[in-house]
């Protein structure tokens, strides 16, 4: 295992002074932000350009990325292109791992099941693994269905984010059953009133954790996934996860 940060990190910069933030921050890897909604890059500016994508996703300051984060806000046939020229993207760049939301919660399961089946063999022709997220709010926040999802979907992986286990309806929720889908992670702290807290004063058990995911064999990323919180240094919150989950290493 090894420790990277995500450029979701500074969600208010840039792609280029996000990635320079992580590099003082003394990262070695990254995960990009692929999202409509953000300014750093867009699927729809991917799939225009896919040579302008590769040249910024190579321009990495010495980070390497180990992933994209990847969110579409386009429908139907268009939504399938942008994935698509995203995994082109990552052949190029050599990132295997794709994280995608998965449904809001309401969505029909066979539905989400077809979906995510086209997204991994798109996926799979050019190399690249789809790892949904566990996520409150959407269809995987139950383990259980995670399960069968991953059951149904030959090939899906998911990116284990374990706070949505302490916080939210599922607090408490055993997911020792489907940690051995785990293809990536993202880190922040949490309690049971909030998503997000300063590091140290929530309830994730990152040793604990490691050595559960140690006995799946997970050999991948544990990605450091915060927000800005008001008030607060998101360098030195940065830095402290970095340290703190490189001494359980």
């Known amino acids: 295992m090894y420790v990277a940060a995500s450029t979701a990190s500074f969600p208010n910069l840039p792609l280029a002074e996000a990635l320079a933030k992580l590099v003082d921050l003394e990262f070695t890897r990254v995960e990009i932000d692929i999202h409509e909604s953000a300014d750093q890059l867009k699927p729809s500016q991917v799939a225009a350009d896919i040579d302008k994508a590769v040249e910024i996703c190579r321009n990495t300051l010495r980070l390497t990325p180990i992933a994209y984060n990847v969110q579409i806000e386009a429908e139907g046939d268009e939504y399938y292109r942008q994935f698509a020229a995203i995994c082109r ?32 063999g798109i996926a799979t022709v050019e190399s690249a693994v789809v790892a949904v997220k566990t996520e409150g709010g959407r269809v995987t926040q139950d383990p259980d269905t995670v399960q069968v999802l991953c059951d149904n979907v030959k090939g899906l992986g998911i990116t284990f ?7 939210g309806e599922n607090a408490g929720r055993s997911y020792d059953h489907i940690l051995k889908y785990t293809h990536h ?28 995911l140690a006995q799946v064999k ?24 970095r340290l703190l989950l490189e001494s359980l290493l």
């Open 89 to 120: 993207l990552a052949k190029a760049t050599k990132v295997v791992t794709l994280v995608v939301p998965a449904g809001e919660l309401g969505t029909p399961f066979n539905a989400e099941v077809e979906r995510l089946r086209e997204l991994v």
């Open 161 to 167: 984010d374990p706070s949505y286990f302490v916080y």
């Open 185 to 212: 992670v993202h880190l922040r702290d949490t309690n049971k009133d909030q998503l997000q807290v300063r590091v140290g004063q929530g309830e994730i058990e990152y040793g604990r954790l490691v050595n559960q």
């Open 218 to 241: 997970y050999n991948r990323a544990l990605t450091v996934h915060m927000v800005p919180m008001p008030d607060i240094d998101q360098m030195a919150e940065l830095r402290k996860l």
